[in-house]
């Protein structure tokens, strides 16, 4: 970390870091043709809304926290929120709400308990996490160690550090997202998708199973992707498909049939056919799958998709308004 910070005051002192505990943000395109992902946060809905529910602009750096929350103690006075799964968290003992901004003061401490639904919450500061911009983000890629906490996820006894605000935390008014608006989270969900048109790489009756078919999610799956696991999806052995770009989303097919959902730390290009990929809305609900969870497919066409997403985004902004980015540096 930058030299300066023995200097500073910490933010956040990490007591327990939690199974996966990183900071990230919405990512940094401009550099897959370089073989680096966009990365960031696998739930983009749930980290802009922590982000805008404590005044930041919504790509600000958030933590994300996998399977299992953290425990912190706060050093100095600021305000957060809490988004995604529900980890149980807790505020000096007593349950806090999600989807709400909570003040926080010095000596308090956060901590997480069971874990209810989902598998990703979280955590938004006023300010946003202050660590260093590496190719225009501060997101976490932790197979190249880059960006984020040092390239890593957090361990105990880490420090973090706020970007300085110029104005003070106690101006900051209350926000929740409304209840309507909350997703709801299950072990068992149906992602739409749009099927990919090069149909000659499956036999025919490919499409069929993907869309009356249940797979579960892998124990050898992570944030590059989900190995799903259920009926093969038929492919057409002597058709040979030549290496190319890959989206978040995508379902591939190897050659065992058995179809990899591509996530946000994905290879940037990807040598199995897609049969096709998972629309932008649903995205958040696949973000939110672990292992054992269960996933079914349904087709959905292009246009369907674009009137999804507006529609999300026309919700979220009346409900929400993104606010002016809070001007934040670098505390000296």
Same mark, same amino acid.
């Given at each position: 970390m930058a030299t300066h910070e023995n200097s500073r005051t910490p933010l956040i002192e990490v007591i327990k870091p939690g199974w996966l505990t990183t900071i990230q943000d919405l990512g940094r395109p401009g550099y897959q043709q370089y073989g680096m992902p966009v990365g960031g946060v696998m739930d983009r809905f749930a980290a802009i809304v922590a982000n805008r529910l404590v005044g930041n602009p919504d790509q600000a750096a958030v933590l994300?926290?996998?399977?299992?929350g953290p425990e912190l103690l706060f050093q100095q006075d600021t305000y957060l929120a809490i988004t995604g799964a529900n980890f149980s968290p807790t505020l000096n003992g007593h349950a806090i709400a999600l989807w709400h901004g909570i003040n926080v003061r010095q000596g308090d401490r956060l901590a997480f308990g069971p874990r209810r639904l989902g598998f990703r919450c979280y955590l938004a500061i006023a300010g946003g996490f202050d660590v260093p911009v590496i190719l225009g983000s501060r997101s976490t890629h932790c197979p190249s160690q880059t960006g984020g906490f040092n390239g890593r996820p957090l361990r105990a006894g880490d420090h973090l550090y706020h970007c300085a605000l110029d104005q003070?935390?106690?101006?900051?008014? !209350?926000?929740?997202?409304?209840p309507r608006l909350c997703p709801s989270y299950s072990? @068992?969900?149906?992602?739409r998708v749009i099927l990919d048109s090069r149909r000659d790489f499956f036999h025919r009756c490919a499409l069929t199973v993907l869309t009356n078919s249940t797979y579960t999610v892998a124990p050898q799956s992570d944030r590059t992707g989900y190995r799903l696991s259920g009926p093969p999806l038929a492919r057409i052995e002597e058709s040979r498909f030549i290496s190319e770009g890959t989206?978040?989303? @995508?379902?591939q097919v190897p050659p065992d049939g058995q179809p990899i959902l591509l996530m946000v730390d994905r290879q940037t290009t990807g040598g199995y056919p897609p049969i096709a990929t998972v629309i932008s809305v649903d995205l958040p609900l696949a973000a939110q799958l672990g292992p054992g969870n269960t996933v079914c497919f349904v087709a959905c066409s292009i246009a369907e998709a674009q009137a999804l997403l507006r529609t999300q985004t026309h919700l979220?902004? !009346? !409900?929400?308004?993104?606010?002016? !980015?809070?001007? @934040?540096t670098? @505390?000296?």
């Open positions: 994300e926290c996998t399977g299992q003070a935390i106690d101006t900051l008014v !209350a926000r929740r997202l409304p072990d @068992s969900v149906t992602l989206v978040t989303g @995508s379902l979220l902004n !009346a !409900a929400l308004p993104p606010l002016p !980015a809070i001007r @934040s670098p @505390s000296p």
